[in-house]
């Protein structure tokens, strides 16, 4: 099985898998400074404990293996300021991904999220079989639909969702982008640099 990257360098920010043992410390502390930040949008918050982030790491290298979640740490100048993955559910048809993200307030409004976001992109195109890549999100939660905007992705539908987090409005909006799409800008963008 192809799977991505496992390491990718975008300048002064890393995307890595976790180190279970020797990120625990680090990522705990994250999610703890980030819990109000969090808590409108995301229902795990809401179980947050040393055991659950500790389960969450041990669980991520089978998933990789698998193919089911490639999850990374988005890591800034050495530091974890936050967590993004490229993933299948199971009411996802076989031929798309979809990309997750959270970032540590203190490293928002800096375009980390959509760096992350485009990389995974790139990624989730080299899985053999997928032509389409998602990102859905609560359309209240208007920073995370900023990142799918700016990425090139249209909106490809909207349906209900059970109301899981404090801001959710039982909505998810999920955009979409094709690889045709990708590989259409992609050749625009050659043929722009190189003046044709």
Not at 120 to 133: H, M, T, W
């Amino acid at each position: 099985m192809d799977l991505p990257q496992r390491v990718i360098e975008l300048d002064d920010l890393t995307l890595r898998p976790f180190r279970p043992e020797t990120d625990l410390p680090e990522l705990f502390q994250v999610i703890e400074e980030s819990l109000e930040h969090l808590r409108p949008w995301m229902p795990w918050v809401a179980e947050h404990s040393l055991a659950k982030t500790t389960d969450f790491l041990a669980g991520r290298a089978a998933l990789w293996e698998s193919g089911e979640e490639f999850t990374y740490a988005i890591v800034l100048n050495g530091a974890i300021v936050g967590v993004c993955a490229l993933l299948r559910r199971e009411d996802t048809p076989a031929d798309v991904r979809e990309i997750g993200y959270w970032l540590h307030p203190a490293a928002t409004g800096r375009g980390l999220a959509t760096r992350a976001a485009r990389a995974l992109v790139e990624q989730g195109f080299r899985l053999p079989g997928i032509d389409c890549v998602e990102i859905v999100h609560d359309p209240a939660n208007l920073p995370s639909g900023a990142v799918p905007t700016r990425l090139g992705f249209t909106e490809h539908l909207r349906r209900p969702a059970e109301r899981l987090a404090p801001a959710e409005t039982g909505e998810e909006q999920i955009w979409r982008l094709s690889r045709r799409v990708e590989a259409a800008d992609q050749l625009s963008s050659e043929r722009a640099s190189h003046g044709t």
